[in-house]
């Protein structure tokens, strides 16, 4: 099933769990939550984060080095869905991890833990079938990539296949802060838009990859349904002392939301 954002537009969050360990990951999760993110993705750090700009690099280094694997993010998972039973969660990883945990096994353990959705950052449509049935076979909402260059048979599939949201690339290249959001995020979302319905119905469209400031959010409220933060938030738990990450956070999205208030729902 879709997932449901409950403001105009949605807000997912992205964190790199283990970083700068479990047990601040889930303290900035919640904080998260509470500030008004709808969805948490769980990003299961990897040694080779080829879609990942430095940032988030860095994060995942830091958490391997602690000794973080899938499994403890399954485990997060399933506190943060015991703490927020209502809130949307993503189980965020480059599929060489699900394929070394056992992709039956992972789709068993992460519905388990109370996920709603699963995005394999560099699996492409075309070869998921095996992934779609384990994902389908518990329930488990796919959540896809769509990026610019992606043609109209890709976005097509996508569209076809994805459950929780699509997740659309604002910009091709790799994750990290911008200065402005590319003509190419409107458009693309525009592209996708002819298979599937309208902001209030339907698959929901997020928009992601450099978003990092208020003004980009309010740009996203304007023709796509959700906006993605990842990189902003990833340094700024950087740049916290551990136990100050949590509040630093949840005060960076109560501004990302403050712009646009009044278009809350």
């Known amino acids: 099933m879709p997932i449901r954002f409950e403001h105009k537009p949605g ?69 943060l869905r015991a703490a927020r039973p209502s809130a949307g969660l993503v189980i965020f990883s480059y599929l060489n991890p699900m394929l070394r945990y056992g992709l039956s096994k992972f789709a068993d353990d992460a519905a388990a833990a109370g996920a709603d959705g699963v995005l394999a950052t560099d699996l492409i449509v075309e070869e998921a079938r095996e992934y779609l049935a384990e994902l389908a076979r518990v329930g488990l909402a796919p959540i896809f990539l769509a990026a610019p260059t992606s043609p109209d048979e890709r976005l097509e599939a996508i569209a076809k296949h994805s459950r929780g949201f699509i997740y659309a690339i604002s910009r091709t290249g790799i994750t990290g802060k911008q200065q402005s959001l590319a003509a190419d995020a409107a458009e693309l979302v525009a592209r996708i838009r002819r298979w599937t319905n309208s902001i209030d119905g339907g698959l929901p469209v997020a928009v992601g990859f450099g978003i990092s400031n208020a003004q980009h959010v309010a740009q996203v409220a304007e023709f796509a349904d959700a906006a993605v933060v990842g990189s902003a938030i990833v340094e700024l738990v950087e740049r916290s002392k551990a136990e100050d990450a949590p509040g630093a956070v949840a005060r960076f999205i109560e501004g990302l939301r403050l712009p646009h208030a009044a278009l809350t729902r």
């Open 11 to 79: 807000l997912v969050v992205y964190l790199t769990a283990g970083d700068p360990s479990l047990e601040a990951t889930r303290a900035i999760a919640l904080a998260a939550l509470d500030a008004g993110a709808d969805v948490i993705e769980l990003g299961v750090p990897f040694s080779d984060p080829v879609a990942d700009g430095p940032v988030i690099q860095r994060a995942s280094e830091r958490a391997l080095a602690r000794g973080t694997r899938l499994k403890d993010v399954l485990t997060l998972a399933k506190e």
